[in-house]
């Protein structure tokens, strides 16, 4: 019988066909996967949002020491001046808050699960595969739709 191709990239780094899913030239059986997609990974943001709010109590807890809270709320620069090492150290935690942030992107990635649970996200780096991860993904549950159709009726 012979291989049906659903998806072949130009440059055949990816290719999903009825047996198989090679991403880098690392071969994926179809037959051991349960399910497969291309999907967006965004980054987690929640160590640095933990900083950040660390940061604050610390410039609050200057304030209070200083006696400039009442003050704070009538000029907000004033929350940005350092008076103390409190507000120091919280101005410092919410700027290593933001340089850890910014650089952050999301990222595509192509995610197989198997059949015993086992997860496996394979970034994709290069911009090309970034316009082709909805053919790549419809052409992943295809080839996993026939495998489950094959697995049925053997």
């Known amino acids: 019988m012979s291989e049906i191709s659903y998806y072949e990239s130009v440059d055949s780094k990816i290719t ?8 880098f030239g690392i071969i994926y059986n179809l037959e051991d996967l349960k399910s497969g997609q291309g999907v967006l990974i965004k980054p987690d943001q929640t160590v640095n949002i933990a900083i950040a709010i660390v940061g ?7 304030k209070i ?7 704070v709320f009538t000029d907000i620069s004033l929350f940005f001046s350092a008076s103390n090492y409190f ?16 650089p952050q992107t999301e990222q595509y990635a192509i995610r197989l699960t198997h059949l015993n649970g086992n997860q496996v ?14 053919e790549i993904d419809r052409a992943i549950k295809q080839a996993i739709r026939y495998a489950e159709y094959k697995r049925k009726i053997s």
């Not at 604050?56 to 200057?62: A, E, K, N, Q, S």
């Not at 394979?122 to 909805?134: D, H, S, V």
């Open 16 to 23: 999903v066909t009825d047996q198989y899913i090679r991403v």
């Open 121 to 134: 996200d394979i970034i994709l780096r290069e911009k090309k595969y970034y316009q082709e991860i909805r």
């Open 65 to 71: 020491r200083a006696g400039q809270l009442t003050e």
């Open 56 to 62: 604050i109590v610390c410039i609050l807890l200057g």
């Open 87 to 102: 507000d120091l150290t919280g101005l410092v935690l919410i700027l290593m808050a933001l340089l850890i942030t910014l």
